[in-house]
């Protein structure tokens, strides 16, 4: 088959292609047309190619290798890359002009700068041209002469008398106008100069990369300053300034240029003050106020002496008035002896069940809670405990409680708890009411414990006394409605009231440190209300009111008046008995907390601090004969640390004392562990336990880790360690005495002496003394032991020996030795 120029192909007419028609691609260009019919598939060439009869065998090939779904889909998938070359280059144009429109956006920003840069210098410029035409015109203004002669002729003669007139039919100008444009001309050279001083200033980039160094030109305000004083200058000289008197604050100790800086004078004049007074400082040493009290003084300033202490002024001391008072709960504190039932006693006026969850069944930490009775009453309970180590927390429990209930065992009587109890509340000055517990035994008792109560001064109304006293029982609830009316009736006569418009006021009753929440404190709100949102500042802490929890676990937004509250938002764990005080603005938080830290901080240092020559002996004297059991303890509560570390250190006597190197709430940490492994000590943890990464090092480096949630039992076991460093007690037990009857020189032993045991007997083992005329002259071993000629181990009464003594010779007829043995007595702290 062949094709002409334009027209159809032979022996294929219009109706004849019922087929598909595709074209073959090589390097871009069309090469053939295919050409499928209904019968075969036919390869049309075109000009310049090769013949169709090549094309239609290679065709018949392709037809006979490759079917028509493959060739439609490789026709697809050129179609796909023609159309994704478009695609590209078209996103290639746009990037490309998009990246010109950018360049131009920048050039056209840089070359605004540059014209604003540009218009500010030539501002500047012609406002400094200005300032020196106008400085110019004063001073001729101020140098032209008051009088000018008004005689045309004697103008004229001064004209003509002029060097410069001379030979010249033109006048010479008047001397003030000559004198203004010399001005001029000054002020304008003097202008230039600054202007190219300013440019040659500026750094450029080529000169920073040169290495060159870059003049800084002088601000525009010390440019104005200059141009000021010299106007003033001009106009008469410069203005004197009338000093301002200033009050300065005068600490106890101050620095140079601090002092300076209060009294807005210069230090190098402040330096030269002090000089002057013979003190030769720099701005950088500190001085006494009495000093800068002079200094300040000298300056004419007024001082106003203040203390650190003064910080604490912001908590303002807030004198109610009678008519903002308002009726408050009472405040009630359960003291008592250990396991006389306090918390059982408490558990049944709350209908609650504390003393199920108590470690032995005993209260190891202040539980503060709020209770309303049948009545309707409010009422703020304390629950102390009884152990003999929590004497601090009792005392603490007195002191913020308007009503003392003293618990007694009606089966057991006054103890040593209850004594003490009672002398905290006669301490606290606070009335009390013994409450009879335990009356439903059978071994119970009343009148006893009411004849016992008499020894301490305590006379209940049953025996004629003003204390009240009720016999309760917690497990059978007889009595407790009488409490309660006793309860309310004290209260009713102290009138208890508080106001609750004002910032809050309370003490810590107990602290902690959850795990999940962060420090708690518990506190008593004792005058104002605390709200949510508060700032506030508790001994060496401070924080802000997070949230706020009753003894419920309840939320609530505030507490008014003797309501016991769980706060959260302490930055640190306070102390347990310290003030809270609510205050205006956290800076003032801040600065108070840090002020009683640093003198916290003081007075521990100087307590521990030897000051005297007999101190320092002493010290070095106890230091080297006490042996000390270091120790690490971690509590859950802050006053059951304060009370274990009390109980701790009274461990001890003259030869051995407990030391803890650290204390605090919360678990045991890695850093804990380090401590103890660095000093050698055991780690002691109080219902708290290690984290992992604490245990695992530990075990790596031997530290032991012990757990108690019973304070008898921590006790007793530090006891027995501390007993294991004291040194055994040596005994000496006489044996025998033997007399020497002669003395014998036995070549290659020394000295020997023929003895007879007079008394016990004469062992090789013990020890012995050499007496003369009952004297001791030795005291030693014995280097041998001989029944006539056998080395013997020991010698009956009234039977001969030969004795020698190791390293002595000097032993004469009759002398006396005396045979002892010694034991070593294991001793412990009672």
């Not at 006490?626 to 006597?653: C, F, H, R, T, Y």
Request: proline share 3%.
């Amino acid at each position: 088959m062949s094709d002409t120029d334009g027209k159809k192909p032979l022996g294929l007419s219009g109706g004849a292609l019922s087929g598909r028609v595709s074209q073959s691609f090589s390097r871009g260009r069309t090469k053939s047309v295919v050409v499928e019919t209904k019968r075969k598939r036919v390869v049309v060439p075109k000009p310049g190619t090769q013949s169709a009869a090549a094309q239609n065998a290679e065709g018949g090939k392709r037809e006979k290798s490759l079917p028509d779904a493959e060739l439609e889909r490789r026709l697809k998938a050129l179609q796909n890359a023609r159309a994704r070359e478009v695609e590209d280059e078209a996103r290639r144009q746009q990037e490309e002009k998009d990246r010109e429109e950018e360049r131009n956006r920048r050039r056209a920003e840089a070359e605004a700068k540059e014209r604003e840069e540009r218009e500010r210098e030539e501002a500047l410029r012609a406002k400094e041209e200005e300032d020196a035409r106008r400085l110019a015109e004063e001073e001729a203004r101020r140098n032209a002469p008051k009088e000018v002669p008004s005689d045309p002729a004697a103008v004229e003669a001064a004209a003509a008398a002029t060097p410069g007139s001379r030979g010249t039919n033109k006048p010479a100008p008047p001397p003030v106008r000559r004198k203004v444009e010399e001005d001029d001309r000054a002020g304008r050279a003097r202008v230039a100069e600054r202007d190219s001083e300013r440019r040659s200033g500026k750094l450029t980039v080529n000169q920073a990369l040169a290495g060159g160094e870059g003049g800084r030109t002088r601000s525009l305000a010390a440019m104005k300053r200059k141009q000021e004083r010299a106007r003033q200058k001009a106009m008469g000289g410069m203005e004197s300034r009338e000093k301002i008197v200033r009050d300065v604050q005068l600490p106890e100790t101050i620095v140079v240029s601090e002092l300076a800086n209060r009294m807005a004078e210069r230090v190098a004049d402040v330096v030269k003050a002090l000089m002057k007074n013979g003190l030769m400082v720099t701005q950088n040493q500190v001085i006494d106020a009495d000093t800068a009290e002079l200094i300040i003084e000298d300056f004419g300033h007024r001082v106003q002496r203040v203390s650190d202490s003064d910080v604490e002024d912001v908590i303002d001391a807030i004198h109610d008035q009678d008519a903002d008072l308002l009726p408050r709960a009472p405040v009630i504190t359960i003291m008592g002896h250990v396991d006389h039932g306090k918390t059982s006693l408490l558990d049944r006026i709350r209908k609650a069940n504390v003393v199920s969850g108590e470690a032995g069944g005993i209260t190891q930490h202040i539980g503060a809670y709020q209770v309303t009775t049948e009545s309707g009453a409010v009422l703020s309970f304390l629950d102390t405990p009884g152990h003999a180590a929590f004497t601090s927390m009792r005392a603490r429990g007195a002191q913020v409680t308007d009503i003392v209930v003293l618990v007694v065992a009606a089966d057991d009587a006054v103890m040593p708890q209850t004594i003490e109890a009672i002398n905290h509340a006669k301490a606290a000055k606070v009335p009390m009411i013994v409450a009879i517990n335990k009356v439903d035994k059978y071994e119970a008792n009343p009148d006893k414990v009411r004849t016992d109560l008499l020894q301490h001064e305590v006379v209940v109304e049953k025996m004629s006394g003003d204390v009240q006293d009720v016999e309760v029982s917690a497990v059978t609830g007889q009595g407790l409605p009488e409490l309660l009316e006793a309860i309310a009736l004290q209260a009713e006569i102290l009138e208890l009231r508080a106001n609750p418009n004002r910032p809050a006021e309370g003490a810590v009753i107990e602290a902690q440190l959850d795990v999940g929440r962060g420090p708690v404190a518990t506190v008593l709100v004792q005058k104002g209300t605390l709200r949510q949102g508060d700032i506030f500042v508790v001994g060496e802490q401070w924080g802000k009111v997070r949230a706020m929890e009753n003894d419920k676990g309840e939320r609530v937004k505030e507490a008014g008046p003797s309501v016991p509250v769980e706060v959260l938002g302490l930055n640190g764990t306070p102390e347990a008995g310290d003030v809270l005080n609510v205050v205006e603005t956290e800076a003032q938080a801040r600065e108070i907390a840090e002020y009683r830290h640093n003198a916290s901080k003081d007075r521990r240092a100087a307590a521990g601090a030897a000051t005297t020559l007999d101190q320092l002996l002493a010290k070095a004297k106890a230091d080297k004969s006490v042996a000390e059991l270091p120790i690490v303890m971690k509590a859950d509560v802050q006053g059951s640390a304060e009370a274990i570390v009390q109980a701790l250190e009274k461990i001890g006597n003259d030869e051995v004392r407990v030391r803890v190197l650290h204390f605090g709430v919360g678990a045991i940490t890695e850093s804990d562990v380090t401590l103890a492994e660095a000093s050698g000590a055991p780690v002691i943890g109080f219902n708290v336990r290690a984290n992992a990464p604490a245990r695992s090092t530990a075990n790596q480096k031997g530290v032991e880790i012990r757990y108690y949630s019973v304070i008898y039992d921590l006790v007793d076991d530090v006891k027995a360690a501390a007993s294991g460093l004291l040194g055994a007690e040596i005994r000496e037990n006489f044996i025998g005495y033997a007399q020497i009857r002669e003395v014998f020189k036995v070549s290659g032993v020394g000295n020997v002496a023929g003895c007879l045991v007079t008394e016990g007997v004469a062992r090789r083992s013990a020890g012995v003394r050499l007496l003369r005329d009952d004297v001791v002259v030795h005291e030693g071993t014995l280097k041998t032991l001989k029944r006539f000629k056998d080395e013997v181990k020991e010698v009956q009464s009234g039977q001969e020996c030969g004795m020698a003594f190791e390293n002595y010779e000097d032993i004469r007829k009759g002398d006396v030795i005396e045979i002892f043995e010694r034991e070593e007595v294991e001793r412990s702290l009672a």
